[in-house]
């Protein structure tokens, strides 16, 4: 079945690069998402990457995917406070619509 | 765009009680999803519609919890009884079409004592 594997935490010092990474079991993924959820709030879409890439860029935002290792990856240059969140990596099962997602890995910056 | 609306926002109630959670999804979205936020279990998918028919329910937990569309706008979660392990926050979330990102909503933070 489908499975999409996180660590919980990560810890970055201001202004370093978190790099959060994901791991995913369905080969025949079409989609794979990462999410920002921020406390109190509700999951928003940062970015996604269809699996005929290996590569995105989006400002400080990079995804990397490694379709051979099923392993996914988000990094986020000139880590701020404001990027402290709870980090979800998603993957849409071809077969259908839904979206199984990971545990999340929750960031926090240190000064 | 007001996004996808979910109310009540909080709600307290007691075990044994009904509780209806409701959801607006983004007009023009075809596709409707319920999920349940937990520390212990993390983000799980309860159920999902397309075009307001529901395709797979097999997230839901048990006969207590159902869940209807009856049109393209609007939709309901509703648990009877309600019980303590129930509590959770519960995300509704929208697509345009097959293949199109998740939009949720703030979610609905559930209290059962």
């Known amino acids: 079945g489908e499975d999409v594997e996180q660590s919980l935490f990560l810890s970055v010092r201001e202004g370093d690069s978190s790099v959060i990474n994901c791991t995913y079991t369905?080969?025949?993924?079409?989609?794979l998402y990462w999410y920002k959820q921020e406390p109190g709030a509700g999951l928003q879409l940062l970015t996604y990457?269809?699996?005929?890439?290996d590569m995105k860029q989006d400002q400080r935002l990079t995804v990397l995917l490694n379709k051979k290792d099923k392993h996914l990856s988000l990094r986020i240059a000139d880590t701020q406070t404001g990027d402290s969140a709870i980090y979800f990596c998603?993957?849409?099962?071809?077969?259908?619509?839904?979206?199984?997602f990971g545990s999340g890995t929750r960031l926090s910056i240190r000064p | 765009d007001a996004g996808v609306i979910q109310s009540p926002r909080h709600e307290v109630t007691e075990m044994g009680q009904e509780v209806t959670l409701r959801c607006k999804p983004i007009?023009?979205?075809?596709?409707l999803f319920w999920y349940r936020q937990t520390m212990m279990r993390g983000l799980e998918l309860l159920i999902y519609?397309?075009?307001?028919?529901?395709?797979?329910d097999s997230g839901m937990p048990e006969d207590r919890f159902s869940a209807k569309m009856p049109n393209a706008s609007f939709s309901t979660l509703k648990i009877q009884p309600s019980e303590p392990r129930d509590s959770a926050v519960y995300f509704c979330?929208?697509?345009?079409?097959?293949?199109?990102?998740?939009?949720f909503g703030n979610g609905t933070r559930l209290t059962v004592t």
């Open positions: 369905d080969s025949s993924s079409t989609y």
């Open positions: 979330a929208s697509i345009l079409k097959q293949g199109s990102p998740l939009h």
């Open positions: 007009s023009g979205h075809n596709s």
């Open positions: 519609f397309n075009n307001n028919v529901p395709i797979d």
């Open positions: 998603a993957e849409r099962a071809s077969s259908a619509s839904k979206i199984i």
């Open positions: 990457i269809f699996s005929n890439m």
